[in-house]
């Protein structure tokens, strides 16, 4: 009998006959379907799962006690409990790579939005404003040969910091626990502390993953410290940033502007004060939401958990140390 799965996000039809080639599917459109009863019952006998979003942690792990492996179609695993699942001994598998030079197109087009304030501008041309030659008042800031300040310099912060040396000249600093060789060699990047970051840089792009420590590392302290001309982007995940100081800085003129992808509650709530600021651009979290990686990702997730219940894992798992006692 072929193993049984939860299917928990839409994906292509194809990739979904692929699973179906090795396991029985039960497909909903999330952890909170219509029909919570038949996703209790799949649970209950699955020994996989798949897709995006949802928390899941020792109670939800309580539900599914054959599971073996779970594979995210995100490379952040933010929203899963590592040591309930290590406890469960579950695999966790994710999407790394394919992503990554698509999330760094996004920041820059933040980086570009917000400068050149696009949004905003276009808006006013939209709205009929745009009635003779234009004056300083529709002006932006220039974003080449500025300073480029990145945290998280992993797979997508390297990208950027690529990005940005090459196509706009920028000087690119970065704060991390260790140098990163190929960001200083290839792209002349400066490891400094994250106080000098904040002074020096006129582009701050977090890209950082969403951890005990990165929790709101961002925060009113920080943003006092970042120049007043400075320019925030979060791409990473929103709680990095504390969005109530985040909020307060940009009323207050403590920072120039903010482009965001990311927020601590998404959807972002239709009240927040974000959405009244022009210095402000806001996007639904579409950092790797192209229909080419997007696609990218469905896939990869697709062989990942193939590979982790057919015991032939060689890449993109996150607790590698439960494959050897688990599989
Ligand atoms: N907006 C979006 O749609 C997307 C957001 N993301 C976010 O971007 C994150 C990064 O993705 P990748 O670059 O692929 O991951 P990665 O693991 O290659 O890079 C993350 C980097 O952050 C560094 N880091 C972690 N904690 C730190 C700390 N306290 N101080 C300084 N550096 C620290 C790590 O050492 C690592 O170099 C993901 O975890 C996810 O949260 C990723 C994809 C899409
Ligand atoms: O992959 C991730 O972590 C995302 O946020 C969506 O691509």
Not at 95 to 114: F, G, I, K, R, Y
Not at 124 to 152: C, F, N
Not at 210 to 236: P, V
Not at 310 to 318: M, P, Y
Request: hydrophobic share 45%.
């Amino acid at each position: 009998m072929k193993p049984s799965i939860v299917l928990y996000r839409s994906i292509p039809a194809n990739l979904r006959e692929r699973l179906e080639q090795h396991f029985t599917v039960h497909a909903f459109d999330s952890l909170t379907p219509e029909n919570p009863v038949a996703l209790q019952q799949a649970l209950w006998q699955a020994e996989g799962l798949i897709g995006s979003g949802g928390q899941i942690d020792e109670a939800f792990l309580r539900q599914a006690p054959k599971l073996r492996a779970a594979s995210t179609i995100s490379v952040g695993y933010d929203n899963f409990d590592v040591d309930a699942l290590n406890a469960h001994n579950v695999v966790l598998m994710h999407t790394p790579t394919v992503l990554t030079e698509t999330v760094a197109d996004t920041l820059m087009s933040l980086v570009l939005a917000t400068a050149r304030r696009v949004v905003e501008v276009a808006e006013r041309v939209k709205a009929g404003e745009w009635q003779e030659s234009i004056g300083p008042e529709w002006y932006g800031v220039d974003v080449h040969h500025k300073t480029m300040g990145i945290l998280g310099m992993g797979r997508i912060g390297l990208a950027l910091a690529q990005r940005a040396h090459f196509g706009f000249g920028m000087p690119v600093l970065y704060n991390a626990r260790s140098v990163h060789q190929a960001a200083e060699q290839r792209f002349n990047a400066r490891r400094c502390d994250l106080d000098t970051l904040l002074a020096e840089s006129d582009f701050i792009c977090i890209v950082l993953p969403l951890t005990d420590e990165t929790f709101h590392m961002i925060g009113r302290e920080q943003l006092a410290k970042m120049k007043k001309s400075g320019i925030l982007i979060n791409a990473g995940r929103g709680p990095v940033v504390d969005e109530a100081a985040l909020i307060e800085a940009l009323q207050n003129g403590t920072i120039h502007a903010a482009g965001l992808d990311v927020f601590e509650q998404e959807p972002l709530p239709v009240h927040s004060p974000l959405l009244n600021m022009p210095n402000v651009v806001a996007l639904p979290h579409i950092g790797s939401a192209t229909h080419e990686t997007r696609y990218g990702m469905a896939e990869c997730a697709v062989d990942n958990l193939i590979a982790a219940l057919t015991g032939t894992v060689k890449e993109n798992c996150v607790n590698p140390q439960i494959l050897k006692t688990s599989l």
